[in-house]
Structure formats: C-alpha cells, structure tokens
C-alpha cells in the first residue's frame, strides 16, 4: 500500500471512530436507542469519498435469507430493484472465511452487471464471528467505480482496508444497540420500558417546541387486570400483557381494528397493567381518534376469560394528553394523562377522558 493511500486510509477510519464515539455519546445522554441508519450513512459516505465519489451501497440479510438493498450514499446510477442477491450454503461459508472474495460468485457479478452494467464493483461481505476466521455473513458492502474508469490500484487498497475496519465498526455497533435494547425494553411485552419513557418524552418535547408541533400522549390502562388474574391465573394474565403489547406495536393495519401505529407512534409499557403511548405530531382530536379506536378494538377482540370480568369483557381505559395544550413537561404531561386515566375509571371505564 502506497504512503498516500495508506495515510487517507486511517484519516478515514479516525473521522469513522469519532463518529461512532459522537452517534453513542448522543445515545446515552438523549435518545437512548442508537441510530444505526447514522452509523450506515457514515460508512457508506467514507467508501464513497475513498472510492472516487460513486455511490457506495450496503446489502442487509433479510428473513428470507437473501440481501436486498438497505442504504446508498447516493442516487442509484442503475437499477436498485434488482440489487438483489442469493448465496448458496457453500458461498456464505467462502465469504464467512474470506469476506473480499465476493468477485468469485456469478451470482454477484450478475447483480452488479444487471443493475449498474459494470462488472468492476469494489464488494466486500460483512462477518459477524468470535473471530474463529469464519463467521455469519450479514451483509454486503458495495462501491460503485468512478465515472469512465475503473478504481485505481490506489483506491482498491484504501477501500480493502477501510471496509475491514467498517466491518468491525459495525458489528460493535449493533452489539452496543442490542445491550441497548437489553436495558430498555421490557421482557414481557417487547415494548420500551419506564427506564426507555422519562428521557425519551423529553427528547420529543424539546424537539415539539423547537418546531412548534403538538405532542400528544395516551395513558392506557386494561381494566380490572387484577380480578382477570386471579380469574385465569398469572400465564394467561401475562399473555394478555403480551397480546396488547402485540397490538400496540402493530404498524400494519388489523382486520377489524380500523387504525395501526405509525412508525414514529412509540409504545412503551409503563409498569404493571398500563402502557403508554407517545405520539409525535398529533393535536388531541388525532390522539382522542386514534384512542377511542383502540378502546372499541380491545373491547371487541375474542380474548379469552373476559366473560367473567366485572364489564363481561377485556376491556381498557385511555387517558389523553396533549403538549403544549395541557403541559410544557415531561412530568406535567405524564400527570395530566394519569388524571385523565383516572376520570376514565370513575366514569365506569372502558372509556378514553381527555385532559
């Protein structure tokens, strides 16, 4: 490697560590879960600059079991529908041992050639191991060539050693965001937890009034949950927990709920039998809408033991709140949708009260 490329090289991966270091500083003071979409963007704009300014892309494993396009640090010169790849048993064992030898499968030489009509991709697959020599592939990197030539001896070193390293990087990073999740989201339900709620309602509340946009807030309750466990006993009770944590985190539509979640709608079990709701950019009608259908599909979902609930039938109660209508802070918020909750349950329940 020459001394130039050797010296862009770690100028790069020392801008990638720094931000790194910046993406989980952030994580821990104010969001709490970490943005991985940042650290892709980064990686993938690093390859692109070292490779000469063509758009670098990343390749993510699917359940299905091929890759498929995650992100590009650009415009797609070709066709990004059929960046899509299948690798057979024996090729994810090659890759696993020797990730740079990508340029050995048809399969991949075909995808290139198909969406970009080039051959001469830069590519590199993305390990994740215990550093045996062989591990899990879970990705591909690739880098497209500068327009009108190939990448130069030069380049090809620099984007062999930096995409190592971005390797590394990435995996560190997704171990980080899985210790993450561990602390802050519950067991039970799969939701955010208490711990999750008091810094992210902040972080959504600064960033309400900095826009000047409503923040909206439901406070839910199942009704009765106590006199249901005792009835059905505690596994069944935790599966009702599991079922409505299941349909607070729905984001495609329920036969027969008539409503689902937005991506940026943030579930979070508070404790016990209550969970709550932050929803970004929502006046209270929107909120007292999207609540009364929530009540209306609780109380008519085939749950079973409801018949020998004091209402005959599982059913939830929902407070609503409203920033900066009804609270300029995380706690004042909280408290009006609790005190909205509460007039819920002494109006009979199973009913939505706004604050």
């Known amino acids: 490697m020459t001394e130039s490329s050797r010296t862009d090289g770690y100028l790069a991966l020392e801008q990638l560590l720094h931000g790194l270091l910046i993406a989980l ?10 943005d991985r979409g940042e650290i892709h963007a980064l990686c993938l704009s690093t390859l692109s600059v070292l490779g000469g300014g063509a758009p670098a892309v990343l390749l993510l494993a699917t359940p299905e079991g091929n890759f498929r396009l995650e992100l590009s640090s650009g415009p797609m010169p070709g066709d990004s529908e059929k960046l899509v790849m299948d690798l057979l048993p024996d090729q994810l064992e090659l890759l696993g041992k020797k990730p740079n030898r ?13 969406a970009f009509g080039k051959k001469d991709v830069f590519g590199r697959a993305l390990v994740s191991g215990d550093g045996t020599g062989t591990g899990v592939v879970t990705g591909i990197l690739l880098v497209l060539p ?12 620099v984007l062999h050693l930096v995409a190592a390293q971005i390797n590394t990087l990435l995996q560190t990073a997704d171990e980080f965001a899985a210790l993450v ?11 955010y937890n208490y711990r999750y709620l008091n810094k992210r309602l902040s972080a959504e509340i600064s960033r309400a009034t900095r826009h000047g946009h409503p923040l909206s807030l439901l406070f839910c309750e199942i009704d009765d949950y106590e006199i249901f466990r005792k009835n059905v006993g505690r596994p069944a009770a935790d599966l009702l927990l599991t079922q409505v ?3 607070l985190k729905s984001r495609a539509d ?3 709920a008539s409503f689902c979640f937005r991506v940026s709608d943030i579930p979070i079990r508070y404790g016990g039998e209550n969970f709550v709701i932050i929803l970004p950019e929502t006046f209270k009608e929107g909120a ?7 009540r209306r ?49 002494e109006q009979g329940k199973n009913k939505v009260e706004l604050a």
């Open 25 to 34: 500083r952030r994580c821990r003071k104010k969001f709490i879960d970490l």
């Open 102 to 114: 990508l340029g050995k499968i048809e399969g991949y030489n075909r995808m290139c050639q198909s």
């Open 146 to 157: 500068p327009e009108g030539r190939a990448h130069s001896p030069e380049e090809l070193e």
């Open 181 to 191: 999740d561990l602390a802050m989201v519950d067991d039970q339900t799969g939701l």
């Open 245 to 247: 944590g299941d349909l």
């Open 254 to 256: 329920i036969p027969g």
């Open 288 to 294: 007292q809408t999207k609540a009364e259908r929530l």
């Open 297 to 345: 599909y609780v109380e008519s979902s085939p749950i079973g033991g409801g018949e020998n609930q004091p209402l005959g039938r599982i059913t939830i109660s929902i407070g609503v709140a409203t920033h900066p209508d009804d609270a300029s802070d995380t706690a004042s918020l909280l408290a009006a949708a609790d005190q909205a909750l509460l007039e819920a349950k």
